[in-house]
């Protein structure tokens, strides 16, 4: 018998406190709902990440019932995601869902100590790959850091050429100011053009940079969170400073924050991003191949 589940922690149990779930669950707020068949669970919440999303986990024939009950209370706008494999079986059992796109869910738990471990001195940044495809979630990329600075404005370089120094490099959460949020949309708009994240859409916390001699050089953002899976977006050099790492010393940074915050951070990437992918991995991120459907008339 299909079951509502009623709250964040029936949840968690239900799922294995899966972080792809659990995210997409937004703690089971703002229209957020979620069901459980024997060993399947499925998670819808409207709004996350430019789609409403339905996440599914467990058992393919349960899975697939969950996914038919839950889109029926829901709606066809939902994307149904999870694992490759699994979203493939499901999407062949139920007749109305196709294929909309593969990528990648990554994620870092707390018990990592490489969180702690300084950037590589030299190390290009390895850029986002812009998304090619409608659907297709962007990424980012970044490495580890020593102890970060606390949270305000973002600090003016003290070396002409480079960003300003010290254990966090510069990096830190930008003002919530018409001006600050003024360059942030410019650059995204010169520079990462298919960002997922802009300034001012709903569900963007924040937003963390580093300036070199004073203009803002790159960003990412703190967005849609959930209460126990933070979540990494927007990430975006502007292209004359590309190669320098900051793309890197700005995500590490932001992914410490999350981590702290919610006890593990997510992230989606484009399969074909391998450098991104690798620097992920080099942080501690692991990686699960996934696949959204969607509904066809």
């Not at 706008?77 to 699994?86: A, I, Q």
């Not at 963390?208 to 703190?222: C, K, T, W």
Request: aromatic residues 6%; proline residues 6%.
């Amino acid at each position: 018998m299909i079951r509502r589940l009623r709250s964040e922690a029936e949840l968690a149990a239900a799922c294995g406190d899966d972080d792809l779930v659990m995210w997409t669950a937004q703690g089971l707020r703002g229209g957020a709902r979620a069901w459980a068949l024997g060993d399947a669970v499925v998670a819808s919440c409207p709004a996350i990440s430019r789609h409403d999303r339905l996440a599914v986990w467990g058992d393919t024939s349960a899975a697939a019932e969950l996914v038919e009950h839950a889109l029926a209370e829901v709606g066809p706008t939902y994307r149904p995601w999870g694992e490759l494999e699994l979203l493939v079986d499901v999407t062949a059992k139920v007749g109305v869902l196709r294929e909309g796109g593969r990528f990648s869910w990554m994620s870092l738990p707390p018990a990592d100590d490489r969180m702690s471990a300084p950037p590589a001195a030299g190390r290009p940044d390895a850029e986002l790959t812009p998304p090619s495809a409608a659907g297709r979630p962007d990424g980012g990329v970044s490495r580890p850091f020593a102890a970060g600075r606390p949270a305000g404005g973002v600090g003016r370089p003290s070396t002409a050429g480079t960003a300003e120094g010290g254990a966090g490099g510069g990096v830190a959460w930008l003002e919530d100011e018409a001006e600050v949020v003024a360059e942030v949309a410019a650059l995204l708009a010169a520079d990462a053009p298919h960002s997922y994240a802009v300034p001012g859409m709903a569900g963007i916390r924040r937003w963390a940079g580093v300036r070199v001699d004073g203009e803002l050089a790159a960003v990412a953002a703190d967005a849609w969170p959930a209460p126990t899976a933070g979540f990494l977006a927007g990430v975006a050099t502007r292209a004359r400073f590309r190669g320098r790492g900051l793309a890197r010393l700005v995500c590490g940074w932001v992914t410490r924050e999350l981590v702290a915050a919610h006890g593990r951070a997510t992230l989606m990437v484009d399969d074909d991003n391998a450098a991104a992918i690798a620097v992920y991995e080099r942080l501690g991120y692991g990686r699960r191949r996934v696949m959204a459907a969607r509904v066809t008339p």
